[in-house]
C-alpha cells in the first residue's frame, strides 16, 4: 500500500507524531487533537474529524512509521490491579480447590474457527449455541481500526502457532450496511494477519492468503424466504439478525459448529482430564 498525503497533511501527520513519542504510553485521537488545537494546527473543535480521517489512513497505510495500535481505543474496561490472595496459604489452598490442566483445543482440530457478527446485542444468543471453544467477536457496527489489528494479530498468531486453516464464520444483517461491514473490515484484517504471519515465517507464503477466509453463514440472500423473516419496518426489503426466531438464529450459529471434530475434541478434553488428577495427587499433603 503507497499513501502520498498533501503537504498540509503530512505536516499534521508529522506534528501527531511528535505528541505521540512525547509520552511513555500510549494515547487516543482525542488527546492528540487537543494538543495540535494547542499549537493553532486546528482552529477549532470541527477539525476533530478530520483529524480522526487522517490518522485512521496513516494507520491502515502503514505510513511512516504509524501502525492500527499507534492511538489507543477510547473505550476501556476498567483495569484491576494490585489483587490477589491474603497469604501463601490460601493461595495453595485455591490452586488445590482449582488445580486445572488447560490445553489447546484446537491443536489435533483439522481448522480453527472463530464466529464473529455485527449484532453486539446478541452476544449471549452467540455465546449459547456457538460451541464455548470457538472465539467469539462483536463487531458493534463498523470496528475500529485498534480492534481490526488485535484480530489480525490473534489470527497470525493462530495461523504460525497452529499451521492449519483459518475459517471465520460471519453473521450479520441483510442490508447493504450488513453485507459491506464484513467485507470492508476483512479487507484490513485479512491483509494484516498474513502479513503478520510471513514476516514470522516465510515459508507459509504458498498457502497463507488461501487458509485464512471468511465464510458469511447469514443472513444471505434467500434467508428472509427460508426463515419467512419479516421486513425492517424503517427499510423495506432488509432484514435483521434480532428479527430470526430463536430456533432459526441456532440453526445459523451452530453450523459454525461443523468446523469442530468433537471425536477429537473428547481425546484433547480426555488428555486434561487424566494430567490434573496426577497433578492433583502431587498436590496432597503439601503445606507452606
Not at 45 to 66: I, M, N
Not at 104 to 126: G, K, L, R
Not at 190 to 206: E, F, G, N
Request: hydrophobic share 40%; proline share 5%; with cysteine.
Amino acid at each position: 500500500m503507497t499513501y502520498t498525503p498533501t503537504a498540509r497533511n503530512a505536516a499534521i501527520i508529522d506534528r501527531a507524531s511528535y505528541w505521540t513519542r512525547s509520552v511513555p504510553y500510549t494515547v487516543t485521537a482525542r488527546w492528540l487533537f487537543y494538543r495540535l488545537l494547542q499549537e493553532s494546527v486546528y482552529s477549532q473543535k470541527a477539525g476533530y474529524k478530520h483529524l480522526l480521517a487522517l490518522l485512521s489512513r496513516a494507520r491502515k497505510e502503514f505510513y511512516d512509521g504509524w501502525r492500527p495500535d499507534t492511538l489507543a481505543d477510547e473505550t476501556r474496561a476498567a483495569l484491576v490491579r494490585g489483587d490477589g490472595f491474603d497469604s501463601p496459604q490460601d493461595w495453595l489452598d485455591a490452586i488445590r480447590r482449582d488445580v486445572s490442566c488447560f490445553l489447546d483445543h484446537w491443536a489435533n482440530q483439522p481448522t480453527y474457527v472463530e464466529c464473529w457478527f455485527e449484532a453486539a446485542a446478541m452476544q449471549a444468543q452467540f455465546e449459547h449455541y456457538a460451541d464455548p471453544n470457538i472465539t467469539l467477536l462483536a463487531f458493534h457496527g463498523d470496528v475500529s481500526i485498534p480492534e481490526k489489528w488485535k484480530a489480525a494479530k490473534r489470527l497470525a498468531e493462530r495461523y504460525i502457532q497452529l499451521r492449519k486453516p483459518i475459517t471465520i464464520y460471519y453473521f450479520g444483517d441483510y442490508d447493504p450496511k450488513g453485507l459491506t461491514i464484513p467485507l470492508s473490515a476483512w479487507s484490513d484484517i485479512s491483509a494484516w494477519a498474513v502479513a503478520l504471519a510471513l514476516r514470522h515465517d516465510r515459508t507459509l507464503a504458498p498457502r497463507a492468503r488461501q487458509d485464512i477466509r471468511l465464510h458469511r453463514v447469514g443472513l444471505n440472500a434467500g434467508d428472509e424466504l427460508a426463515f419467512n423473516m419479516p421486513e425492517n419496518p424503517e427499510r423495506p426489503g432488509t432484514y435483521q439478525w434480532e428479527a430470526l426466531a430463536d430456533e432459526q438464529a441456532r440453526e445459523l450459529i451452530q453450523r459454525a459448529n461443523d468446523g469442530i471434530d468433537f471425536a477429537v475434541l473428547q481425546d484433547t478434553l480426555s488428555d486434561e482430564r487424566q494430567a490434573t488428577l496426577k497433578f492433583s495427587q502431587h498436590l496432597e499433603g503439601l503445606e507452606l
